[in-house]
């Protein structure tokens, strides 16, 4: 599995450089930020904050997302289960699956037992926040 790693600022530093430019500066800062995102290829992928960095981690037609080293996406996390939850594709459709874990998965802070994902949506599982990506043609 492929992984982009992309690099955050650090808060001083955009306080420092956005102080002396024009009024919206800090907006076509992020647009440029987030640009790099848009180049990835089609697919879906979860984004994972990882210090001061995000993980961009693609999806396969099934992925097992948990603590044990056998999953497609490992979360080194006490709150993950082993086997936590899957992403998998229904009628074409993503959705995710809680691979009865202890501690659940939320999706846009909601507890599910399974649910479709959309670009954008937020994912919980355990203490880890991810985003779900959808790049279309």
Known sequence: MTALT???????????TTAVMHPGALLHRVRMAAAAV?????????AI????????????????????ASSDIVLDDSTVSRRHALVLERDGEPVIAD???????????????????????????????????????
């Open 38 to 46: 848009w180049r990835l290829a089609p697919g879906r992928y979860f």
């Open 99 to 137: 691979d009865r874990s202890r501690n659940g998965v939320y999706v846009n802070g909601r507890r599910v037992s399974q649910a479709p994902l959309r670009n954008g949506d937020e994912v919980q599982i355990g203490d880890r926040l991810m985003r779900f990506i959808d790049v279309r043609r």
């Open 49 to 68: 904050p990882d210090g001061d960095s995000v993980v961009v981690l693609p999806l396969a037609g099934i992925t097992r997302i948990g603590r044990r």
């Open 6 to 16: 992309l690099q955050a600022s650090s808060p001083t530093e955009l306080d420092a």
